[in-house]
Each structure stands twice: as C-alpha cells, then as structure tokens.
C-alpha cells in the first residue's frame, strides 16, 4: 500500500484484503475441523455433530497414537525417504539440468537427450510394467523403490534447466576466462545463484516423497514397509460391505473411527506445515525470479 | 529434423517392446518347469492314502496374499499376521509351513493387490479372490485344476455345507465341468434386508409397524412431521437413504450386505431391480427394465417429493449419521445393525428402540426378500503348485477347529479364511437362543459344531439380555455389560429372528459376469443408476423409464440378455 493512496485504491486494497482473509480461512477450516475432530468424543463424530468446536473434549486418541508403535514405524520411514528422496532428487536433477542448458553446439547430444526426457513425461508404461521392473531390479520392499523409481521428476528438471537458461551468458564467460571448469562452474557459480528454483523444487520434492501413498502400497509387502500416508489411506479408504463376512462386521466400529483418524492425519501434517516456513520466503521469489530476469 | 525426432521416438518404442517380449517370455517358462515338479510330487503322492487331516512327514511351504484388518491390535507381542497362533496351529497339525507373501488392508487396497498380481502373473501359491478375480485368472490358464484333489481331500463337513446351498456353490467354481477354486459359504441371512424402525418413536406417536407401503407412507410422515424426538423442530428424517457411491439396491455382482438402501420397497412391488428373473416362459430377464420396476420407482418419487425420504440420499458421506445422531426413524438394512451403526446410536440416545421387521408386504401380504449368492470369495491354488492338497486340508482344519479357537485374536488371521458355515447360522441360532431363553430346551440339545459360535452365545446371553427375556426393547438389554457380547446378541435376538417367519425367496438366476458384460456393464450400470436417482429425485420425469428400458436394450442389454440364456442352459 502506497502511502499518497487515494480513497478508491484503500477500497480496492481492502477488498483484497477480505478477498485473501476469506480464501485463508477456507483454506484453514479443513485443518481446523480435523483437529476438532480428533479431540471429540467418538459417538459424538460418527453423529456428524461436531463442526468447528470438539464435542465432548478429550485426548484419548492422541494418547492412542502414542501407543501404536506402527504408526511411528511408519512415520520414521516417512522420513526416511523424504530425506533421501529429497537429497537423491536434487543431486541428480541439478546435475542433469547442467549441461541440459547448454546450446546444442556446446552439447551435440543435448536435443536427443531433452527429447528422451520429454518423451517420458508424455507416456509411461503404465503401473504393471512399473511394478516388475521394480521386482526384476530387486527394489521391491525396500525403501529405494520409492527413492530411486520417479527419481527424476521431469517437469522439475525443465525448470531448473529454465532457470539456468535464463542467468546471463557474460558470467559464464567470466568464470571461464577465470579458468573454471564445467564442475566448478556448475557448483560455484550456477547453485548458488540458482538457490530461488533450488529451494522451491526441494519443496515440491518433499511435499510430493511425504504425501505420496500409492506406491507405497503396490512397491511393498505389507505394513512394516509403509509409509506414513499409506498407513493412514489404508485406515480411512471407504470399505465395501457387499462382501463383508461376520468379522468384519465387529470391527466395522473400529474401523470408521473417525476420531483416531483425524489424530492421525493431523499429526502426519504437521511436518509438512514445519517445513514450509522455511522454504516459503525462496517459494515466493521462486520460479517468477526466473522469468523476468533481463 | 523432423524425421530424425520420428526415428529416435521409434527406436525407444523397439526398446520398450523388446522388454515386453522379454519378459512374456519369462512368463511361458515358469509354467512348464514346476509340471515336471507337479509330476514327480504325484508319484509319491499316490503312495499314501488321502487323509483330509494328513500331516506331511516333511516340512512343506506355501506362500500366500494376506488381507489385514490395520485397525486390529489383537495380536499378542511377537505374533504378526504371517506367524500367530493360526499358522502355528496348521504348522503343528498338518506340517505346512504358512509365509505372507504381501499384505494389503482388506477392501480396495486387498483387490488392488490381487489385480497387480493376476496382471503381472507374479502369484503367491494360493489367495483368496472375487469373482471377476476368479474368472480373469481361470482365463489366463493361472490356477490349479482342483477336481479331483477337492474330491479327494475334503472333509465330510465340507462337502455338507457345500451340499446346503443346492448346488450354487458348486456352480459358481465350476468352468467347463473343472472345479478352480474352493467357494466361501455365507450365511443367507447377509442378503435380506429388513426394516428397521425405531419403535420408541412409533410408541410415542401411537403407530405400529407399517404393514402395507401405505402404512409406510402415513408412518414416515408422522416421523417428518410430528417431531417425534421431542427437540421441537423439524428435524428429523422419515426413511434414511443410502451414501454417496451406495446402492439403491443389491444386484447379482454384489447381492449381499446392502446397509441402507431401498430393496424392501422394491419388492413390495415384486420388483427386482439389479438381479437376473426368470419370466413366465423361462427365460432370464433384467429385474430393472421391467414395469413392476416403473411402479416402484414412482412411489419412491412420490415419497421423495412430499420429504419422506432422506433429502440428502446418495449424497451423505455417511448414511450412519442420521442414524447414530438420532434422527432417523427407518431404514432397510441386514440383520447384524448390532455390530454398527446401533451401538454408538444407543451411546448417543439409550432410549433410542430399534427394532426389525420383515415389512412392508406387497399386495398379496407376502414379503419378498431378494437372495444374496451364497459364495462370495474363493480360495485358489496357483497352477503348478507342488501340493495343491494342502490348501484343502488347511480349511478342513480351520472347519473342524473353529469354534475351539480362542477368538481374542480374529480368526481373520487364519491363513487363507474364507467363512464357511451353514447358511441358515444366524436364523437357527436365534431361535435356539430363544429357546434356551424360555427354557424349553437346553444347551446340551445343540451339539452340531457347524453352529460354531452357538456354544458361546448360549453362555453368553444373558450377560446382556435382562428379564423379561422375552421382550426384546431397548430398556431390556444391558449393552455396557459387554460390547461386543450384545453387538452380537442383538443382531441375533432383534435381527435375526424375523427370519424364521416364512418368506418369499427371489435368487438371481446368475450372479456372476458374462463375455459381453465385461466390456458393457460399467456403462449399462451407469445408465441404470443414474436414470433411477434422477426419477426418484424428480429430475427426470417417471416416463424417462421407458426411455431407459429401450437404451439399455440397444447398448448391449439385449445381447447380454441372450448369453445369460445360453448360460443358464
């Protein structure tokens, strides 16, 4: 807001105001809800009575959780691979994005190489194929199946190869009048002044790894080898009575505790709600920085 | 330029099908090297006589798919899905060495597995699939003949609970006169839908039982208009509907289990959406295009419109909301509403009375229940699998030793259970828990053990049923005594019970999928459903049906229509 505003610019830059606090509450209230939820008496939740005040307030499905030693399993190999996720990630696609910016006179291979890349991104083999080349390579059941396959996001590759694209020509010049060589220019040079994409791609990386569940549940055999979401879809995936047997029906009750859900959920994003602050301030500057440069 | 992009495009392409080939390949070996295994196992295998409870002399493996339940917390320390106190029990008795190949929760993610595993031929040596799973597989050649080993191996309780169901279980694992897999057996009770209504408020009101569809109207109405939960507004719900993504009705793929949606009505009109009939000369014919199904459908509109029915059907997240949070007053659901949504009603209201009627009755007086199919999982061996047998004796096992088990930990965790009991379990349970109650007879005089939870019911009814035993209201029953004691005991007492009256049985001449519909019926179903909800919803008008009936015949329901008869013949 500028300072000499005039009375129509303060009504617009009000209205805005609103406009965002509105969009921010919406975006808030699932949050809110899950944690009033979380803390409500379990009749009360399957009732649909509770909205945004916890009905019946109480801690028992928090001091659940702190019993059940496979949610904490799960959640440790959660991070687990968001961290070697994250870190394999970045490491291959920064160095793929490198000489992906060169011109193809510096890099004879580059367009075949970019073609190759774009071609993934457009079709796939589909989820069988995927899943036995993960068998035949022996990552099954491991935690590199969910590492190393989707490996290199193609789309984060293209924008760093964007961003690089767009730095201009004359310090790289500079540095090789300095004497540097490709490896040098890439890690004293390109990194650093790349760290606006650098960080909102660590981001997509980390939110993707955490959130993902699918493969968690198709890449592994059982419940020691999920990740945290899959461990919580698995508990919250609408179950089909048509083919119910006698002892399903007992533990149907247990199974739409809604209650012991929202706990769970909500404590798997809190990570993720940690992170961003972090990241936010690079997020913003992120990718438009890219863009406007010169 | 171009070609040169076009020709690097078509060389990854040979890449990735030079791969396909490859492993198709692999595919076509694997088969052929265990039938020389299979051949030498059936040597010795002759040498011993055929013992349904034979122990191996020498430890033997089998792997298999497990669906877990991950909200259980039953098993003791140490013990995990693949090693607890079942497959000790089948390790100590019969020798075979059970290990969990994979694990999924049961329900989608279960299915998602099997589907992974049937497409990409990567299968453990036994599983329990669905239907459509069983065919897909008999198809692609992937499972063991069990003809003879079945004929061979199974126990003579076994083959009684098979013999209970006429012949439908037999027919539904049954292709080209070989018998692939061994069927679950459920109990009939799982397919009809009663109506439950909460008898507190028909008290209050001065009401009795809706008899007729019009009595069902005049009650509905009541429980709309003449606030019965006493809380002085309008709130509250005639007839509650199914939730978003369930069924108005059963149909022949999913005949059972249809918590909430409107069968009874519809055969109040003897109408049978969903399930295969047979007309008046024989041949099959689709329940949902005929003009009992128009009638029935413009009832429900009717009702809809004058607010009877739950605004919200089809569209709740939840169809137990109303229902727990005390707001409504009917609705037409199975007989085991005990285990859920019942108990956290009464937790809400104690008051809350809901009781279960075999109504309304169509114009004859007679109530028609449509029949669920009496198989709905299998058991199947992986063709090549050295000791097919063993999965025959494992359930021999789990038949003769189920009601010994200790059940703190789920019998789910049994290696490879299906259920099996006799289809009438929950009906004769009842009225032998009644019985016991009046004391005309005693618990000794039950000692069929294919009644397998009967025993313990005997012992454990009156932990929750009070004096006057033979009254069945809430005010009665003592639910805090034990939980899941009376989630049982209620769905028995209350549920259960008015299955032992005398009602119309409507099967579904076929409850299984033919050629055409593989490709069709999604569609067809879509039509269907969606038709049906806008009828009933008023935003179509009723004569839309008529405009249905002849789609659905044009978009591949006559030819479907046709192989149901070859089929049947």
Redesign the interface.
């Known amino acids: 807001m500028t300072k000499d505003a005039t009375i129509q610019t303060r009504l617009f830059d009000w209205t805005l105001v609103i406009v965002l606090l509105l969009i921010s509450f919406l975006c808030l209230l699932p949050l809110w809800y899950t944690l009033a939820v979380s803390l409500s008496e ?3 939740a ?4 509770v909205w945004l005040w916890p009905v019946g307030f109480n801690w028992n499905s928090y001091k659940q959780i702190m019993n ?1 030693s496979s949610f904490f399993h799960s959640f440790w190999i959660s991070i687990q691979r968001v961290v070697l996720g994250a870190s394999i990630t970045m490491i291959i696609t920064t160095m793929m994005a490198y000489p992906l910016s060169r011109s193809a006179r510096d890099f004879r291979l580059r367009n ?1 190489l970019m ?2 890349l774009v ?1 993934t991104l457009l079709f796939n ?1 589909g ?3 995927w ?2 080349t993960i ?1 035949a390579l022996g990552l099954y059941n491991t935690i590199w199946a969910l590492v190393l396959g989707g490996g290199v996001p193609v789309f984060n590759v293209i924008l760093i190869v964007n961003y690089f694209r767009n730095l201009p020509k004359e310090l790289d010049e500079a540095a090789l009048v300095d004497g540097a060589g490709p490896w040098r220019m890439l890690f004293t040079l390109y990194v650093p002044l790349a760290v606006p994409v650098l960080a909102t791609v660590t981001l997509f990386t980390i939110v993707y790894h955490w959130n993902e569940f699918f493969h968690g ?2 890449l ?4 020691e080898h999920y990740p945290l979401q899959t ?1 919580i ?3 919250v ?21 809604q209650t012991l859900n929202a706990a769970k959920i909500f404590i798997a994003m809190i990570p993720v709600l940690l992170v961003y602050p972090f990241l936010q301030r690079f997020f913003i500057h992120g990718i438009t920085l890219g863009s406007v440069k010169e | 330029m171009i070609k040169k992009k076009i020709s690097i495009a078509m060389a990854l392409m040979l890449v990735v099908l030079s791969a396909c080939s490859q492993s198709e390949g692999n595919k076509v070996n694997t088969p052929s090297s265990s039938t020389e295994e299979e051949t030498t196992h059936q040597t010795d295998e002759s040498e011993q006589p055929s013992d349904p409870f034979g122990k191996y002399s020498e430890t033997i493996t089998l792997t298999y798919g497990k669906a877990v339940d991950p909200s259980d917390k039953s098993l003791p320390a140490g013990d995990t899905p693949e090693k607890n106190q079942y497959s000790r029990h089948i390790l100590d008795n019969l020798n075979v060495d059970t290990k969990v190949i994979w694990q999924a929760a049961s329900g989608t993610n279960y299915d998602q597995k099997v589907n992974l595993a049937i497409s990409s031929s990567d299968l453990p040596d036994a599983l329990v699939v669905k239907d459509t799973q069983l065919r897909k597989m008999v198809k692609s050649g992937q499972l063991e003949d069990l003809t003879d080993i079945f004929d061979k191996y199974a126990s003579p309780a076994m083959k009684n609970f098979m013999a209970k169901t006429n012949g439908q279980s037999d027919k539904s694992v049954t292709f080209d006169g070989k018998m692939y897999a061994i069927p679950s057996i459920q109990v009939q009770s799982d397919g009809v839908h009663e109506m439950w209504i909460r008898k507190d408020w028909l008290d209050k009101l001065g009401l009795t039982p809706p008899k007729t569809i019009e009595e069902l109207e005049k009650v509905a109405a009541a429980f709309v208009e003449q606030d019965p939960d006493g809380n002085g507004k309008k709130d509250t719900i005639g007839i509650a509907g199914q939730q978003n993504g369930g069924r108005l009705y059963t149909n022949f793929l999913e005949s059972t289990n249809n918590t909430f949606g409107l069968d009874p009505i519809f055969g109040a009109f003897k109408s049978y959406p969903g399930f295969w009939l047979e007309n008046e000369s024989g041949d099959p014919v689709y329940g949902s295009i005929l003009p009992e199904t128009k009638e029935a459908l413009g009832k429900l509109r009717d009702l809809y419109a004058k607010g009877l029915i739950d605004k919200e059907i089809g569209i709740r997240k939840s169809a137990y909301e109303p229902v727990t949070g005390g707001k409504a007053g009917i609705f037409f659901a199975p007989w085991w509403m005990g285990y859920g949504p019942l108990p956290d009603a009464i937790k809400n209201d104690p008051s809350a009375n809901w009781q279960a009627y075999l109504l309304p009755l169509d114009a004859d007086g007679q109530f028609n229940s449509r029949m669920g199919a009496p198989s709905t999982s299998f058991v199947v061996v992986r063709k090549g699998y050295e000791h097919p047998e063993a999965v025959i004796k494992m359930l021999n096992l789990l038949v003769r030793d189920e009601a010994k088990f200790d059940i703190s930990v789920p019998v789910g965790y049994y290696p490879l259970r299906v259920p099996m009991s006799y289809t009438d379990e929950s009906e004769y349970s009842a009225k032998a828990l009644k019985e016991v109650l009046a004391g005309t007879k005693k618990p000794e005089d039950f000692t069929d053990p294919g009644y397998k939870l009967l025993a313990a019911d005997i012992q454990n009814v009156k932990k929750v049923k009070k004096e006057p035993y033979d009254n069945m209201d809430i005010q009665h029953w003592d639910p805090q005594a034990d939980t899941g004691t009376w989630s049982r005991i209620y769905s028995l007492l209350v549920g259960s019970s008015p299955l032992e009256q005398n009602y119309n049985k409507v099967y579904s001449v076929l409850y299984s999928q033919t050629k055409t519909m593989e490709s069709r019926w999604s569609n067809l179903k879509k039509l269907e459903d969606e038709t049906f909800m806008k009828i009933i919803m008023g935003a179509a008008p009723l004569d839309q049906f008529d405009k249905f009936v002849s789609d659905w015949k044009k978009q591949g329901g006559d030819k479907i229509t046709e192989e149901v008869k070859a089929y049947n013949q």
């Open positions: 379990k009749s009360a399957s009732a649909g009575q059940d075949a073609w190759i071609f083999g989820l069988i194929p899943y036995m068998k549940l198709v592994t055999s059982g419940e461990y879809q698995q508990l995936v609408v179950i089909d009575t048509a083919n119910m047997t006698e002892d399903q029906y007992k533990r149907l009750n247990e199974l739409s505790n």
